[in-house]
C-alpha cells in the first residue's frame, strides 16, 4: 500500500518535470497509464508500428484505419500525425479509464478520431466486464475500413474470442481491406526454442490452439498455433499478404518488434 503510494507519487513528479521541461507530448499518457501497455517504449513502439502499417499493410493517409483494442493511444499517436483531413480514426477497448484518457486527449485538434468503450469481459483489462467478447459484434458497419490494426490485442484472448475477432475484423474492412495483426505465433522454430528455453517469454500451458504463459491467468500472454491462425484467418475470408514479420520473442529472430505481426486482405 505504502509502496503503490509511493509508485505512485514518483510517477506524478517525472510527468511533472516533463511538463515544466517542455518536453510533454500531448498524446503520450501519464506514466501511471502508460504501464498498461507493458515495458516497451511508447513512442518508439507506435512508431514502428506506423511503419509496418505504411509498408506491409499499405496504409494512405486518406485511409478510415480501425484500432481495435486502441489501449491509451500507442497507435492512435502517429496516426494523428500520418493521416490526412480525408482519412478516420475509430478506436475500441474494454479498458474504460484507456478510453476516457483518449477521448479527452484527441478530443481538441483531432476531430477525426474516435474512441468507444466496449463493456466485454477480459480477465486481466476489465474483470468486472459485462458482455462477451465471443458474442461482440464490432460497433461499426460492414465494409467500414480500409485498414485494422489490432496490435497487442490477440495475445491477451482466448481462443474464441480471437476466432470472433477475426471474423468481425473481416465484416468491418472494405473488400481489399487489410488487418494488421499482432501473435506469439507456434510455428517449427518458435516451438523448438520453447522446447529449449531460449525465448524471452515461455508458453507451458498448452490448450490447442493456444498456449499460456500464467494458467492462473490465461489472458496475461497467449500464444497460438500458427497453422490454425492461418486456417481461421482463411474461413474468414482473410488472404495472409506476406510471411509474418517474426517478433523478437522467439529468441532474437526477426524483429523490430517483440510479437510476431501478420497483415491479411479481405477477399
Ligand atoms: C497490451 S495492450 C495493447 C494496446 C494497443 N493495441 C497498443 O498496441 O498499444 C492490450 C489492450 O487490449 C485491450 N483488450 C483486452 N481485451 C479486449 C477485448 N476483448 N476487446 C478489445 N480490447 C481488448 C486491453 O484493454 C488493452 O488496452
Known amino acids: 500500500m505504502i509502496a503503490r503510494a509511493a509508485t505512485s507519487l514518483r510517477l506524478r513528479a517525472l ?8 518536453r510533454r507530448d500531448p498524446l503520450v499518457p501519464p506514466r501511471r497509464l502508460r504501464g498498461t501497455v507493458g515495458d516497451s517504449d511508447f513512442v518508439a513502439t507506435g512508431d514502428a508500428v506506423l511503419a509496418l502499417l505504411v509498408s506491409a499493410a499499405g496504409l494512405r493517409p486518406g485511409d478510415r484505419v480501425l484500432d481495435v483494442g486502441c489501449g491509451i493511444g500507442r497507435v492512435a499517436r502517429p496516426l494523428a500525425r500520418h493521416l490526412s483531413p480525408e482519412g478516420s480514426y475509430e478506436g475500441f477497448d474494454v479498458s474504460a479509464p484507456a478510453v476516457a484518457w483518449c477521448a479527452r486527449r484527441y478530443a481538441r485538434g483531432h476531430p477525426g478520431f474516435r474512441f468507444t468503450h466496449v463493456d466485454v469481459r477480459n480477465a486481466r ?9 465471443r458474442e461482440l459484434r464490432f460497433p461499426y458497419p460492414d465494409a467500414e475500413f480500409d485498414v485494422a490494426a489490432a496490435t497487442s490485442v490477440f495475445t491477451h484472448l482466448p481462443a474464441d474470442e480471437a476466432d470472433r ?5 473481416a465484416r468491418v474492412l472494405r473488400p481489399g481491406g487489410r488487418l494488421l495483426a499482432t501473435f506469439f505465433l507456434l510455428d517449427g522454430a518458435a516451438r523448438r526454442r520453447l522446447a529449449e528455453g531460449t525465448t524471452a517469454i515461455a508458453f507451458p500451458h498448452e490448450h490447442w490452439p493456444a498456449a499460456f504463459a500464467d494458467a492462473a491467468l490465461p489472458e496475461a500472454a497467449v500464444a ?3 497453422a490454425w491462425v492461418r486456417e481461421r484467418l482463411g474461413a474468414h475470408g482473410l488472404r495472409v499478404r506476406s510471411e509474418p514479420v517474426r517478433g523478437t520473442w522467439s529468441a532474437g529472430r526477426g524483429g523490430p518488434g517483440f510479437q510476431d505481426a501478420l497483415v491479411a486482405e479481405r477477399a
Open 15 to 22: 510527468d511533472g518535470l516533463d511538463r515544466l521541461r517542455g
Open 125 to 133: 483489462y476489465n474483470p468486472s466486464g459485462t458482455g462477451s467478447a
Open 224 to 226: 497460438y498455433d500458427e
Open 165 to 169: 475477432y477475426l471474423a468481425e475484423s
